[in-house]
């Protein structure tokens, strides 16, 4: 469907006659799936509808400028772009609709995303990288309004990257730096935070990007007096108009209804930012919203008759129709032939689009219903069953949850029986729970080789104890070293060597793009990562403690650790993002955010080790795997002696694998991070006193304890406690959990597994707030010994 970008210099009348119409063609086939598309909505035969109606004209100018190696962050409302650049058909739109789960069929997500959610293929059925300098890119798209902006900082970074920093294997992913990345927006959603953060980051780092802003005054229904200040966005943010003397952006405003100050406005900004590696902000304003903002209400309702009038003057499509016209380009007739023809390609789309949505079902309804007929012959619940084959039956256009609901109700009737037709049915509903759970479950975590490998330290005779932050520096040193792809970056972590010297010396040995000071924007700092990790680097991006996790958190759920899920494994972006925490001491460094963390970013690993040599043996592992992973180093374990491993570069902590550090009989505790030093310390004062801890160290919170070697612990004890210094009902909740429905270990419990958590509020400032705040060793050892006293009294009277 797209149209190359000529010159009208360089072609004939005839050539430039062929390129419009190709264009106009595109417009109003985008247009007429947004009509239809709505329709189809509130016929209920898809759940939801947001179209990129009325943006239709100033996305063929950008997709003209858009060249292979490039990439899109974009907006729910790109749908003619994606045509323009001949990734996305009349039957994959109506597909998306429907929800279609065939990935051939809806490859923007395999029915995961309702439509309007763009992507491109970044990787090959094994999960290896495409060649993306073939090809057109699109980052996959999210909901959350401006949540695409701090991803699009780092794709355009990694053309930074890639220009200025020698010896990274680029064949695949860049030709010298010279790839754009395209960002678009609406203009109420300029208002959010992440845009703000998202465009000074840029204009500081001097990237090349060109961030599109679709102006139609509305945001929902309510209109940029309400959003932006002076009602315009470009007027606000000519403070970071570049000029001869500072550095900045180059800021252009067109009118989204004119077709060639359009296509020159996209040219001009794409010679700027691909030539000079400069932002470009293109406010694009004086669009429409035909159809309003969705199929969940009317835009009748709150726009007035004068504004409803100028919207149908001044439709984009209407205006670049009357330009062809008054251009003499082409005449009313052709033009009336081309939309009729257009309308039926549209119609026959739909049709095809919902005939395939609809056969796969059909299929495996013919085959429901075949299993049902043998059984209703041999079952003495009979008029059951026959009921619900003929209700089945009678259904036309079945749903897949329809034919989940006949199978377990049927299994539900024919309980008390067993016959070979009833096999029959329990393996035709386990087949169909299969495909569903590839359907709809499948890809949340890149799954490679090697999760639970492990290389343990080796020292030599002469290993000296070390600060445990001499360790990472000098794993660190190796990766670098060892990785030409990998970098860091974050707050403090350049020239002073991050704020624990973990770095130290670091950024002169590998200059300062690939060990890198960042401004204080931890929602950007992981948006560089993630656009970074899209395009083949290994960027390891630093939040530099784990209370500023919350500011990136919105990024890290809705994009970073959904990524491989809401593309069904057809993009990934391989970010490691290191932090510290544990055992703080404040309101503000507590720590106490685990459980929130945990539940938020399922699609992460999320790692906790206990010191600097498990934290460096993670590092060596994640960066021989793809899933994005957040590591928690212990903020007060870099001053620590350590003895320095002799094989820093072959040492990895296996992910998904507790690990046993005492060896007891009596009871289990688990814990991680710096809190279980005082378990350990604890455990040994317990022995004194005749009770046998073991003491289990998690190590990874997601994935937890594969291998299910704590339940093989409590089978040989009998007791349980898990000690976290997260508020009750988090982390040690969620372990707590695992152990007992997971790996079923109530089996084997003599006393009632407990958990020993940070009281319900954040901790009190300094050691007496730390103290008073969370567990110490004086409350494990007496959250033990009560359980034992419990037990036995006589011999573990009570403390008090």
């Not at 690990?659 to 505790?669: F, K, P, Y």
């Not at 790996?743 to 319900?760: C, F, G, I, M, V």
Request: charged letters at 30%; aromatic letters at 8%.
């Amino acid at each position: 469907m797209q149209s190359e970008t000529k010159t009208k210099d360089s072609i004939s009348f005839e050539d430039f006659k062929a390129e419009v119409l190709a264009d106009y063609n595109i417009a109003v086939t985008s247009r007429e799936c947004s009509l239809l598309g709505r329709r189809e909505v509130l016929t209920g035969k898809a759940k939801f509808g947001i179209f990129g109606d009325g943006k239709e004209v100033p996305q063929l100018a950008m997709a003209k400028a858009f060249k292979n190696g490039d990439f899109r962050s974009g907006y729910y409302r790109d749908q003619t772009f994606m045509m323009a650049i001949n990734q996305f058909s009349i039957e994959q739109f109506f597909s998306g609709l429907y929800a279609d789960s065939n990935l051939e069929n809806e490859p923007m997500s395999g029915g995961r995303q309702m439509g309007g959610h763009f992507t491109t293929h970044s990787l090959n059925e094994d999960g290896s990288w495409k060649n993306l300098m073939e090809q057109k890119n699109s980052s996959a798209d999210i909901s959350p309004t401006a949540g695409q902006m701090p991803r699009l900082l780092g794709l355009a970074q990694a053309s930074k990257i890639y220009r200025n920093v020698a010896g990274i294997p680029s064949e695949k992913f860049s030709e010298n730096g010279n790839e754009i990345a395209w960002g678009t927006i609406g203009n109420a959603s300029t208002s959010e935070g992440h845009f703000w953060e998202t465009l000074n980051a840029a204009g500081v780092m001097q990237v090349p990007m060109v961030l599109s802003v679709w102006d139609d005054e509305y945001g929902i229904s309510v209109h940029a007096k309400h959003q932006t200040t002076k009602e315009n966005i470009s007027e606000i943010v000519k403070g970071f108009q570049r000029n001869e003397d500072e550095k900045g952006y180059e800021i252009i405003v067109v009118n989204g209804w004119d077709y060639v100050a359009l296509i020159e406005a996209y040219e001009k900004a794409e010679k700027i930012a691909r030539k000079e590696h400069c932002p470009v902000l293109i406010h694009v304003v004086e669009l429409t919203q035909p159809q309003g903002h969705s199929t969940s209400g009317s835009h009748e309702r709150y726009k007035n008759e004068q504004r409803l009038s100028w919207e149908r003057e001044y439709d984009c499509n209407v205006k670049f129709r009357e330009w062809i016209l008054e251009n003499n380009i082409s005449t009313d007739e052709e033009l009336q032939n081309i939309e009729k023809e257009i309308k039926r390609k549209v119609r026959e789309g739909k049709k095809k689009a919902w005939n395939n949505y609809l056969q796969p079902t059909k299929e495996k309804q013919k085959e429901l219903l075949a299993v049902l007929s043998k059984l209703a012959k041999n079952t003495e619940e009979k008029e059951s069953v026959v009921k619900l084959a003929k209700d089945l039956n009678s259904n036309k256009e079945p749903l897949k949850k329809v034919l989940a609901v006949v199978a377990r109700k049927t299994l539900r009737a024919v309980r008390k029986e067993n016959s070979e037709e009833k096999s029959q049915l329990l393996d035709w509903f386990t087949d169909f729970e299969k495909d569903m759970a590839n359907d709809y479950n499948s890809h949340l975590y890149i799954e490679n080789k090697g999760v639970l490998s492990e290389v343990l330290p080796e020292y030599d005779e002469d290993s000296a104890e070390v600060d445990g932050r001499i360790i990472l520096r000098d794993n660190f040193d190796q990766i670098f070293g060892n990785i030409p792809e990998t970098l860091i970056f974050g707050e403090d972590a350049g020239e002073i060597g991050d704020v624990n010297q973990g770095l130290e010396g670091l950024q002169k040995k590998y200059g300062k793009l690939r060990v890198a000071d960042v401004g204080i924007r931890e929602a950007t700092i992981l948006g560089q990562g993630i656009g970074m990790a899209m395009r083949g680097l290994r960027p390891i991006a630093e939040i530099q403690y784990l209370d500023y996790v919350m500011y990136a958190l919105q990024g890290m759920s809705d994009d970073l650790a959904t990524l491989q899920y809401r593309t069904k494994g057809k993009q990934k972006a391989p970010l490691i993002i290191r932090t510290r925490g544990h055992r703080l001491e404040g309101i503000w460094h507590s720590g106490s955010q685990m459980g929130g963390i945990l539940n938020l970013v399922r699609g992460m690993y999320v790692l906790v080790p206990r010191n600097m040599t498990k934290a460096a043996g993670f590092y060596n592992t994640l960066l021989e795997q793809d899933t994005p992973a957040l590591l928690v180093e212990c903020l007060n374990g870099y001053r620590l002696k350590e003895k320095k491993p002799s094989n820093l570069p072959d040492l990895r902590t296996p992910i998904g694998k507790v690990e046993t550090v005492r060896e007891g009989s009596d009871i289990t505790l688990i814990s991680y991070g710096s809190t279980l030093r005082i378990v350990c310390q604890t455990a040994e004062e317990l022995s004194e006193y005749g009770i046998n801890a073991e003491v289990i160290d998690a190590q990874s919170l997601l994935p937890f304890d594969l291998d299910h070697d704590i339940v093989k612990s409590v089978e040989k004890t009998n007791r349980l406690l898990v000690i976290d210094e997260d508020v009750p009902g988090g982390a040690s909740a969620f372990i707590l959990d695992k152990v007992l429905n997971e790996q079923n270990a109530w089996r084997y419990l003599d006393s009632k597994p407990q958990t020993l958590t940070a009281k319900e509020h954040r901790p009190a400032y300094g050691t007496d707030g730390d103290y008073f705040s969370k567990p110490s060793a004086e409350d494990i050892f007496e959250k033990v010994y009560s359980i034992f006293n419990e037990v036995n009294p006589e011999e573990y009277p009570a403390i008090r």
